[in-house]
């Protein structure tokens, strides 16, 4: 069994996108490791709402390109469109940010996914969930990333929310 861990994000009825995300994930894999939820500013394009970010961890025994083509048929059943252009909103985008240790390019998949050290609504979750693991490139712990990641103009904040009756994340 691997360590997986994905980025989620939605910027179209959000709150419906995420929990459903999460139920699925839940359903497939079992028990769930999840940050807090984050609300950031769109990054790269100006349309749409923000987003509600978050990162998940789970264990899996599926290949990466089983686990690719998994993220990637929840998307589309949750609304999300293949021509869609790159920098518009979504109603769900679930990407593959390590599986264990892996490096390279495995199944037609980049790991680890090159966002990990490009953007505040994935290292800040992922940070925060799994301080003390070690980015599969760099070696460097994500808590360390986090406390030298320079944020610049990308803005987030935790949110409220709650998932299958329990508060997962808060607001402070």
Same mark, same amino acid.
């Not at 264990?100 to 390279?104: H, Q, S």
């Not at 070690?134 to 760099?138: D, E, K, L, M, T």
């Given at each position: 069994?691997?360590?997986?861990v994905v980025s989620i994000g939605s910027n179209i009825e959000r709150?419906?996108?995420v929990q459903t995300c999460l139920d699925a994930l839940h359903a497939e894999f079992g028990k769930l490791q999840l940050s807090r939820v984050f609300e950031s500013e769109p990054v790269g394009f100006n349309d749409g709402c923000n987003f509600y970010n978050l990162v998940a961890a789970f264990e899996s025994g599926a290949s990466v390109g089983e686990l690719q083509a998994w993220c990637k048929r929840l998307e589309l059943a949750n609304g999300r469109r293949k021509d869609s252009p790159k920098f518009s909103p979504r109603t769900l985008d679930v990407d593959l940010l390590t599986v %264990?240790?892996?490096?390279?390019d495995i199944d037609g998949v980049e790991l680890p996914r090159d966002e990990i050290v490009k953007h505040a609504f994935v290292?800040?979750?992922l940070a925060e969930l799994l301080p003390n693991h070690?980015?599969?490139?760099?070696g460097e712990r994500y808590a360390?990333?986090?406390? %030298?990641f320079e944020v610049g103009s990308q803005r987030l904040w935790p949110v409220e929310f709650v998932w299958q009756g329990r508060h997962i994340s808060h607001a402070t």
């Open positions: 069994m691997a360590l997986v709150e419906h996108h %264990n240790a892996l490096r390279g290292l800040q979750p070690r980015h599969p490139v760099s360390d990333l986090w406390a %030298n």
